[in-house]
């Protein structure tokens, strides 16, 4: 997936701008990626993720 692709997705789910660690980690999980990736996609999207309980996304 690219990474524009990517941020668009995180727009959808996360229309107030921020999304749960849960949903950020599940998206990666459907999407075969690192949560790494989508963390650096929020970054570039500005969403913040929230409730993050395993520190996977900084």
Do not use: H, N, T
Not at 5 to 25: F, H, N, Q, T, W
Not at 38 to 47: D, F, M, P, S, Y
């Amino acid at each position: 997936m690219e990474e524009k692709e990517l941020v668009d997705k995180l727009k959808e789910l996360a229309p107030d701008g921020k999304i749960s660690c849960s949903k950020a980690r599940g998206l990666a999980e459907k999407l075969g990626i690192s949560p790494l990736v989508v963390g650096q996609a929020c970054e570039k999207a500005k969403i913040k993720i929230y409730a993050c309980e395993l520190g996977c996304f900084k």
